[in-house]
């Protein structure tokens, strides 16, 4: 452009830059895929093997086996104890309605694919300045997740059209409002699917008028208040009009790695650099961007953990920001050359005031980025729609999630913030990553003196000062998400928090404020 407002924008000809670009790739997979299916499947010779859920109790009738062996000490001696079976050659899980708990390999693995597209703009400013502005995209699909491949069913009454997700939160809506047994009328899901229910017998209940007041029993307030809802489908899945409603007979839950997840990345960045500058140089970075995917956490999580997709029903319930999403990314470096001395723009023009004044450097490096998400609180012993992961909690109210440092808490006021969620519903994987955790940034700076030793010129000696973190900035970090200081007992709405709900914050990010010295004698 040869004027007018284009050319004041682009600059003469040479001083723009555009660049783009799109690509497709694959991943490649097999060694380590074998080495988990090694470690992880029970199908083939295993070194070691696992007790089956609701094997033992508390009490020397609660199951059919009674109570676990004792522990006698470190080191006892395993192999004798009952019901734990040495390892053999399996190959083939038997259908005992045991509720075990396993991983493996899905068979419908395909190569993950990913499409990045990018698009930027670069322009030299006067100076010797150069600012570059980018925008960069990605859009991954059949990227490596875990997901329970026999997770329980969300069964239809065929007669109704209704499924046990709606039927069962049609009781949990009931025993929210402390509806009494004997005043809900009939669903026809369990009129029709558990007609059985009327005669009771589960732990001794008593008859009911109503299949559905006989399972309502079971979580009503009145009856036996059990709020564990894959729990209350382990009770009916034998009681319908069919054997194995919900259960799969081999398995409660397996995590199966499949090529299920997906995510998507956008991200726009904004760069200014000045890098021949006589007295300083510098070069500054600026980030915004999101990350949204259904499972994080792939090279760290474990089969049931941040790679899990609760619900493989329902797989959009899990698709949030990602946990390593951090919106506000900055970063800066500078080296300043301080205007004193010999030559300087304050130059004294004497040998021996230089000696003194002349030859600083002030350098630094600055970095700060936004708060890493967090998923909402967790149901500490209730498991809503996965037999072996629980489900987080839904807000119904406002909740105000920060950094208290006095209470190394999250929360200003835990007790109500205790009290702003309710434990969820039968389907529901609840909030992921609603929350951030606080944001860090630290500056680190260095000054040096550099002198020429009056009697050679070619001996020089370098001090330097150089401080770390010099706001001293320790922003906390999350790392005690247990169940009393995150997790949620049975109806948080109407209970007493513990003393520790919401003090999660057990360390602190990077380093507290540090200095080092150091001479260095040139010749």
């Given at each position: ?106 068979a419908t693995i395909v190569a993950p694919k990913h499409y990045t597209w990018n698009a930027s703009y670069g322009r030299s400013l006067p100076k010797g300045m150069y600012f570059e502005a980018s925008y960069i995209g990605r859009k991954a699909r059949n990227l ?380």
């Open positions: 452009f040869e004027s007018g407002f284009l050319r004041t924008l682009f600059g003469e000809e040479g001083t723009s830059t555009f660049r783009g670009g799109f690509s497709i790739t694959n991943d490649y997979f097999g060694q380590q895929l074998a080495v988990s299916f090694d470690g992880l499947s029970t199908i083939g010779f295993t070194s070691s093997t696992g007790i089956s859920t609701n094997t033992y109790d508390v009490t020397a009738a609660g199951t059919p086996a009674g109570l676990g062996p004792l522990f006698t000490g470190f080191n006892q001696d395993v192999r004798a104890l009952p019901g734990i079976p040495a390892p053999v050659q399996l190959f083939s899980t038997p259908a005992d309605g045991a509720q075990r708990i396993q991983s493996s390999l899905d490596f997740a875990t997901r329970d491949i026999m997770a329980l069913n969300n069964l239809v009454d065929p007669a109704s059209g209704m499924d046990w997700y709606t039927a069962a939160g049609l009781l949990a809506q009931a025993r929210l409002a402390d509806t009494p047994v004997a005043n809900l009328t009939p669903i026809p899901y369990f009129e029709n699917l558990f007609p059985g229910l009327t005669a009771g017998g589960i732990f001794g209940s008593p008859a009911q008028p109503s299949a559905t007041q006989g399972a309502y029993f079971l979580v009503a307030r009145d009856g036996y208040d059990i709020l564990d809802w894959t729990f209350i489908q382990l009770l009916l899945d034998d009681r319908g009009v069919n054997q194995n409603a919900f259960f799969h007979p081999q398995y409660a839950a397996f995590s199966s790695f499949g090529t299920t997840g997906e995510s998507d990345y956008h991200g726009g960045t904004v760069s200014l650099r000045q890098r021949l500058g006589e007295t300083i140089s510098y070069d500054i970075n600026y980030t915004y961007a999101q990350s949204k995917d259904n499972a994080s956490g792939l090279q760290t999580g474990t089969s049931y953990g941040s790679q899990f997709i609760l619900n493989p029903l329902r797989p959009d319930d899990n698709y949030s920001w990602s946990d390593f999403d951090a919106r506000h990314s900055v970063n800066a470096n500078f080296v300043i050359q301080l205007p004193f001395g010999k030559g300087a723009m304050f130059d004294d023009r004497g040998m021996t005031m230089d000696f003194f004044t002349g030859g600083w450097q002030l350098a630094g490096v600055y970095r700060y980025n936004s708060g890493l998400p967090i998923s909402a609180p967790f149901d500490a012993a209730q498991w809503a729609t996965n037999w072996n992961v629980q489900s987080n909690g839904t807000p119904i109210a406002p909740v105000t999630f920060g950094e208290f440092r006095d209470t190394q808490n999250a929360f200003a006021d835990p007790q109500a913030a205790f009290n702003s969620f309710r434990n969820a519903l039968p389907g529901e994987t609840g909030p992921r990553n609603n929350f951030r955790l606080p944001s860090f940034q630290t500056l680190d700076l260095g000054l040096t003196k550099n002198l020429v030793l009056p009697w050679n010129e070619n001996h020089s000696l370098q001090l330097r000062w150089e401080v770390f973190n010099v706001a001293n900035k320790q922003p906390f970090s999350a790392g005690g998400t247990s169940r009393s200081s995150y997790g949620l007992p049975q109806d948080p709405e109407t209970g007493t928090a513990a003393g520790n709900f919401g003090r999660i914050y057990d360390r602190i990010q990077g380093s507290p404020r540090s200095m080092q010295f150091g001479v260095r004698y040139e010749f």
